[in-house]
């Protein structure tokens, strides 16, 4: 089924019915149990002190947001989206359904369980929601397949996040709340099931980090004393004529003796890599300085899911911690897509939509830091007052939505202009690796700064959140100038696109070369490496992967990811 909605298609499937089912109970099992779960420790625990409990949830972060890569290279290597999913789901709802708090290891096992499932549905739902979108729109445009990735789950995910807002947040207790969402999960997995004649399935077709990797194993142990390219023919399949293989960066130059042809590589031809493959590595990690410029933006986030809920619930212990979760995040929807609209015009008008992209992260990291002021202001006032009304963390919560839907959505969409397309889909987990350090070095910093300073006690009360924050605001404006310094360093560069015509040949006096290239082809065809296997691959094969790079400069087929759905 096709509606037309002025300029935009969007269509449906039962294939996306059944699958949205299970969109919908993930986004609620988050919201409910996850996204609030400090307030869950210390509501249940009452001997759990304010920093303790901001460890935890700060650990649980990190580990769920850590385990994406996994999860991602294990469905790509082995078992697909789809059976991913299932065990994800199921495990799941067993760990939901095992929830107490009675003690350490009836809570801390399920929590285990939930927040690995969890990541194994988050790395999985999408790109196999996807491949049914794409399956439904047949013949339709690119842009109609996002759009209609992008409309669905947006209306999913908000509506999973307004009902746990206004209807689950008054059961009471935690086991029962948990009892609650392991019947929905449950029940969103038998909805899944009777979808299955109707799904489009992908087979693993393998990971092109998994190349990467071996980019960098052969160039650090063995061709570390390989010396550099004086010729292009001296670099095995340079069909480019490149000496020295793009991205040019000095302390990237290393990599290039993976490529470098050696005698020994006719004995052994699996330890040379191809040009291609050192360029996607090179890449990649070409992507670590602005990684890096995120780690105090994402202690900030942290900070969001921690001690704002808690200011909150000592404010008034009755309110509806939801209804913060809910509006930081439609305020994250709502600025990530009239600031793609709004930039990715100016920046289309002025030939300039790389730089467009670095603006938009630029924005977000100067939201960051006012998040941290307006923060330090609350608790600063909260110190000089008796009684202060919940409203005033309006402010902060709203910046702290905004500051993730400019600069997660557009360190996203960076991604995919900076490495090659196969690579371009694990943006996503990427980001939320480098997020998930973060956390973990904030769970570190609070321990520290507790134990030299003494800065968190056991409650909001006893904290000196004022200073922690001061800190924040402090770290977040140094940030700011040295994401710009970062953000001019890597300027227009965009990863090649790859030439169309396979037929052209160029011109190779190497015979080492050409003889490890005929031992090369004889391997069997499973032992290739992925990159090598591209060209050899079936088109649609490619196709029903995730949507990696939108033919429209918006790149908003990612945006809602921010909602951990």
């Known amino acids: 089924m096709k509606v037309v909605i002025g300029r935009l298609q969007v269509v449906f499937s039962r294939a996306m019915l059944f699958t949205l089912g299970l969109v919908f109970a993930h986004s609620l099992v988050d919201a409910v149990v996850l996204s609030i779960l400090i307030t869950h420790l210390t509501a249940e625990w009452k001997e759990y002190s304010l920093w303790k409990a901001a460890i935890v949830v700060n650990v649980q972060e990190g580990t769920l ?6 999860f991602i290279l294990l469905s790509d290597a082995w078992t697909g989206p789809y059976k991913m999913l299932l065990c994800s789901t199921a495990i799941s709802a067993l760990g939901l359904s095992l929830f107490q708090v009675e003690n350490v290891v009836s809570f801390y096992g399920p929590l285990v369980l939930v927040t690995l499932s969890q990541a194994g549905i988050v790395v999985t739902l999408r790109p196999f929601f996807d491949d049914q979108v794409m399956s439904a729109a047949g013949q339709s445009t690119v ?25 689950l947040s008054r059961i009471n207790p935690f086991g029962t709340l948990s009892w609650v969402s ?12 009777l979808g299955t004649k109707f799904y489009s399935f992908t087979e693993p077709t393998g990971s092109p980090v998994r190349d990467a990797a071996h980019v960098m194993y052969t160039a650090a142990v063995t061709k570390r004393n390989a010396e ?3 010729t292009p023919n001296q670099l095995y399949q340079n069909s480019s004529g490149h000496m020295k293989i793009p991205p040019h960066v000095s302390w990237l130059r290393c990599l290039d003796k993976a490529a470098v042809v050696m005698p020994q590589d006719q004995e052994k031809p699996g330890d040379i890599c191809t040009v291609e493959q050192v360029m996607v590595a090179k890449s990649l990690l070409k992507m670590l300085p602005i990684w890096m410029t995120f780690l105090t933006f994402s202690t900030v986030s942290a900070t969001g899911s921690t001690f704002f809920l808690e200011e909150a619930a000592s404010i008034d212990q009755d309110f509806n911690f939801l209804t913060f979760i809910f509006w930081q995040r439609t305020a994250s929807f709502v600025v990530t897509f009239t600031c793609c609209w709004a930039l ?3 920046g289309r008008k002025m030939k300039v939509e790389q730089r467009m992209i670095l603006v938009r992260m630029g924005m977000g990291m100067v939201c960051c830091m006012a998040c941290c002021v307006a923060a330090w202001i609350n608790a600063r006032h909260w110190r000089l007052v008796d009684s202060m009304s919940v409203s005033r963390l309006v402010p902060q919560y709203v910046l702290l939505g905004v500051m993730e839907g400019l600069s997660i959505e557009g360190l996203d969409n960076f991604f995919t202009t900076q490495v090659a397309e196969l690579t371009a889909r694990y943006g996503p987990a990427f980001v939320e690796f480098v997020l998930g350090i973060g956390k973990f070095l904030n769970a570190l910093c609070i321990y520290v700064l507790t134990l030299l300073l003494g800065w968190f006690g056991e409650d909001v009360y006893s904290s000196r959140l004022d200073k922690y924050y001061l800190m924040l605001a402090i770290l977040s404006s140094l940030n700011v100038i040295i994401y710009c310094l970062v953000a001019c360093w890597y300027g227009d560069w965009r990863f090649p696109i790859p030439a169309e015509d396979d037929d052209i040949e160029t011109a190779n006096d190497n015979p080492v070369e050409e003889a490890v290239q005929e031992m090369i082809l004889q391997r069997e065809k499973d032992s290739l490496p992925l990159l090598e296997q591209k060209a050899g691959r079936d088109t649609q094969t490619l196709r029903s992967r995730s949507f990696t790079r939108p033919s429209f400069p918006m790149g908003a087929h990612k945006c809602f990811y921010s909602m951990r759905s």
Do not use: N, R
């Open 228 to 230: 550099y390219p004086k």
């Open 182 to 193: 392991a019947i929905i999960m449950g029940s969103a997995l038998f909805w899944f099931l």
């Open 143 to 167: 842009e109609t397949q996002h759009w209609t990735s992008i409309v669905w789950w947006k209306c999913i995910t908000l509506l999973a996040a307004a009902s746990a807002a206004f209807g």
């Open 344 to 346: 990715d015009e100016l």
């Open 65 to 70: 947001a850590v385990a994406h890569i996994v």
